[in-house]
């Protein structure tokens, strides 16, 4: 049975940093830091040899890199321990959502909403499945994802199937924008430390809802090639019952996190790591058969998290050797003279943002993972060294964020795509999405622009 399944040590390894990250927060022992880096190094040593190649190369150059800046600047301790410490916020966030994908995926109501997404007719399956991806997952991550993939996994039509993966990354992604449980709010806001999640998520909603929008139009206008009907296309109808009990869920959440970081004054990937699994297993033990036993329920479900813990090597590897990396360049440039450098060469702010939307696109498409462009501008071109102001910096990277990782062959989102539509990643990455990405960085660029005039 699944509950007598092994666990794997690296399984482990990942929860004691995880409990260890919370408690050092909670009580700040200034030795657990250090144990804490010491169980990261650990895990992404142990899973090395599972990461794919792509990605081993990648964090091993930026490692490399990292620490050729630590003999340069003679900071050994600085660059190793606090570059992995930095990490362990990331990976604390992915420890919370971690709990929230099984029960997700088992929850009736949610099965139910998902039915009434992938049921629209032609006209307005873009707008529902973007809306869709976009508001399930702004709270349950790649798990809200998840459950909207159905209409993809049965399409024959090469055509229609391109449209309606990128309707749901579309919309999936733009939730970078705003959302408190994305992880590229979480990495600008540890970058960019003066500001809240407050400050930018108003506009950052406005920028997701532009994005949307546009996107829609241009699939109308350029992309409508294809009629075919959907797969068991019957018009669902959604029962009030479940439509409350999705709002719940929703709701309850982000409220639930929101004052726990008010409480204890902490930040959002501790307090969804404080309630997740409490949360999780009361949602889980409510949607099971009432026959089974709760110690069973519970036992099951907390078997399965830790035994999914392995699986995020990848981001390990790839969040501790971004952040040594740029822990490890802003201990040897100078930043107040490539600030300057720069503002002589690009003079004008506006120029400067469209040049960080540029970046963004430009990395991601090669293969760099957002996080490595985050860490490493902020900590060479800081905003007050490019006379720009925190937020709209922010803005621009959360806007850029979500529109980037489409384009990527190696991101998250689009191998999982990759997996679902049995499409190579650079497919999807260069071929289906820069159409709408460009569409997506234009619109990103104009508002940012905009909201910087406004605000000057």
Known sequence: ????????????????????????????????????????????????????????IAGGLLITLSLICAAISQEWLTVIIDGIGRSRIFLLLFFAISWLQFPA?????????????VSQPPGQ???????????????????????????????????????LSVALMHGFTSASCWSPFYIGMIVVLVALPGLTWGDVAPAGALIALCIIISGWCFDRVALRGSQARPVDFVHHQILPRDAAST???????????????????????????????????????????????RRDLYSQLIGRVIR??????????????????????????????????????????DLKLLLLISIFLVCSAVGLHPVIVVISIAAIFPPAALGLSDWIVALTF??????????????????????VTGVPGHVI???WTPPMVMMGAAVVGALVILLRHLAL
């Open 247 to 293: 709002i719940f869920i929703l709701f309850s959440l982000v409220g639930l996190a929101m004052v726990v970081v008010e409480i204890i004054d902490t930040n959002i990937p501790v307090a969804l790591a404080l309630i997740s699994p409490s949360y999780a297993l009361i949602w889980y033990g409510s949607i099971r058969e009432q026959n089974e036993k």
């Open 125 to 163: 399956r873009f707008l529902y499945l973007a809306f869709g991806a976009h508001i399930l997952g702004s709270v349950l991550n790649i798990a809200g994802l998840s459950l909207l993939t159905s209409i993809i996994e049965k399409q024959e039509n090469i055509q229609l199937k391109r449209r």
């Open 429 to 431: 990455g260069w071929s």
């Open 105 to 117: 995926k088992d929850s009736p109501a949610l099965g139910e909403v998902r039915k009434k997404i």
């Open 398 to 419: 959360l806007g850029s964020w979500g529109i980037s990782t489409m384009v990527s062959p190696f991101s998250g989102t689009t191998l999982y795509m990759s997996r």
């Open 308 to 349: 999914s813990l392995p699986g995020f090597r990848n981001e390990s590897l790839l969040f501790v050797a971004a952040n040594m990396f740029g822990v490890g360049i802003a201990a040897v440039l100078p930043s107040e003279d490539l600030g300057t450098a720069l503002n002589n060469f690009v003079p004008s702010g």
């Open 1 to 56: 049975m699944e509950k007598y399944q092994k666990v794997a040590f690296t399984a482990w390894v990942y929860l004691a940093l995880c409990l260890i990250t919370l408690l050092d927060t909670l009580v700040q022992i200034s030795f657990l830091l250090e144990i804490s880096a010491a169980l990261i190094f650990l895990f992404v040593l142990l899973e090395f040899r599972s990461v794919p190649r792509p990605q081993q």
